[in-house]
């Protein structure tokens, strides 16, 4: 009975909260920073430690011809789907952040864990070198191409 106006309210906040980049990028910095880097870039000391190969994660659109793909970003960071963040070391931030909700609802711990990945996703959009040098606008608000679409086919539109 109250389940609906409470998931309601959830998805509201955690939409709101996953446009805003600055929650994105501090979301980033406290869970992905330490092994890939304030600026994402895997250029971190502590990376010779990891015995892991960590990426750069502002190339991820250069590396794919042009595209960032949103969902697959979503599940490696996830981690509880096949697609997997350079092999096992990744931790699976999807468990982490359904443990890490207090909301008393599973509806409510879906929709944080949602709002917590796909903040990360939006900010690792927006530190993406490729798109950012063409200077466009996405569905996050961010100064680049549209999400998962090639920037050819963006730049035709224009």
């Known amino acids: ?13 955690s939409v709101a909260m996953a446009q805003d980049t600055d929650v994105g990028k501090t ?3 406290r869970y992905c920073a330490i092994c890939h880097g304030a600026d994402g870039t895997g250029d ?5 430690y990891i015995g892991a190969n960590v990426p750069n994660l502002t190339i991820l659109a250069a590396s794919n011809e042009g595209r960032f793909t949103m969902l697959d970003v979503i599940h490696v960071v996830d981690g509880r789907t ?26 409510g711990d879906i929709l944080y864990t949602r709002g917590k990945l796909f903040s990360i996703a939006c900010y ?9 040098s063409l200077g466009h606008e996405n569905a996050c608000g961010c100064i680049y191409s549209t999400v998962s679409r090639p920037i050819s086919a963006s730049l035709r539109r224009r």
């Not at 971190?44 to 010779?48: F, G, I, P, S, Y």
């Not at 931790?91 to 890490?100: C, I, K, N, S, T």
């Not at 690792?124 to 950012?132: S, T, W």
């Open 1 to 13: 009975m109250y389940t609906v106006p409470m998931a309601s309210a959830f998805l509201a906040v």
């Open 27 to 29: 979301t980033y910095q």
């Open 44 to 48: 971190n000391r502590l990376t010779e």
């Open 82 to 107: 096949a697609l997997r963040g350079h092999g096992a070391p990744m931790p699976v931030y999807g468990a982490l952040f359904d443990q890490e909700s207090r909301s008393g609802s599973r509806y």
């Open 124 to 132: 690792l959009e927006a530190i993406q070198q490729y798109l950012l």
